[in-house]
């Protein structure tokens, strides 16, 4: 029986250890693809219920991978947490959607303004407002051609740097928008204090709202906070007619989802916009 043991821990050990070490693989294959430009982002739309007109888009980040196939951020975006890649991700993101955004304006494609997820990383970053503010200049592109995605680990974080930098961000005139609102903890607290122009109703409340009097009494609730703080309400995962319906019951502004189009290469997004405006 003893040998038996020995043989399951030395097999669990080198299981671990195989994990250990496909992670450490992953964490030096995203530094070589983020430096070396492997990295893409996807943009998916927003859309104004009120009257259907473009609100903006959602960057995304896709890493294409030429052995692995496609690392969803589900899985990139906890190792890129981990190894401190993030901040750099965020930055990236930053200026490949200026870059792509000038591009589109330069073309006469109408796209209102890209949404950039940033990590509570990135606002322990002092230098960030500077980052912004050279990206913006370098781009002909003015403070809210962009906004910035953060959730509430950015809000909760006891970093000294950055209620700093969320004000200075803020200064800039760049809109934030508070990320998978009503997940977390303490977000009606954190509203008061932050300058934030957005909530964003988390996809798990809209994706139960048609089927739970419960939920959707929720959303409603969101939805009435974001009209007396005058904030602008988008919904998360609308996938269906009957969410699409609900939400504009409710009195909601701003929905993106499958419903209206999956994340889009930047060239399937002018083939949308194209689409969308004929
Ligand atoms: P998120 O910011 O909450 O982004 C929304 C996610 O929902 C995206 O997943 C999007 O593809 C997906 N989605 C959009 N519409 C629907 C729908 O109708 N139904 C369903 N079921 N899903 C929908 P994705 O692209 O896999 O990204 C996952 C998360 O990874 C994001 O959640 C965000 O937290 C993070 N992420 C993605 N790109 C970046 C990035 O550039 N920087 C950082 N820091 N995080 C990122
Ligand atoms: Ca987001
Ligand atoms: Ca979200
Ligand atoms: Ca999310």
Redesign the pocket.
Known sequence: AKAVNRGRFSFFSEEMNSMAQERLALEGALRDALRGGDFELHY?PQIHLRDHRLHGVE???RWPHPQLGNI???RF?PIAEESGL?GE??KW?LEEACFQLSDWRRRGIKVPSIS????ATNFHDLELPQFVSDLLQRYSLSPTDLTL?ITETVLMDTNPSTNQTIAAVHALGVPLAM??FGTGYSSLGYLRKLPVGELKLD?SFVRDMVKDEAVSALTNAVIRIGESLKLIVVA????DADQYELLIKQGCDVA????FSR?LTADNLEIWIRDFMA
């Open positions: 998916q960057a995304l980040a969803s951020p589900g975006i993030i991700l965020g993101a950039v997820n940033l990590s995605e990320d998978d996809q998360e995962g609308v996938e993106q989802g499958y419903y994340p």
